[in-house]
């Protein structure tokens, strides 16, 4: 039996429009972010995996879902 994919348009990392290497802010506010990894969990959760400095001397880093997410200025 086929079953229909979860991922709603919203979601999808073919509708994401961050790409490795860009500099992305979480919608809610928050520092900038760069993309360093996108990919899905066994359970095809989508994720993308961000690094951002903390006072511009402390690396960061945390995995996000797409739609937390928006490109630096958009």
Known sequence: ??????????????????KIGDVGVLKSGG??????ATGSTLTDELWVHCFWFNDETVRREGRFPPAALKQKGA
Request: no cysteine; proline share 8%.
């Open 31 to 36: 520092p900038s972010m760069t993309v360093v």
């Open 1 to 18: 039996e086929r079953r229909e994919d979860p991922r709603t348009e919203e979601n999808s990392m073919d509708e994401f429009k961050l």
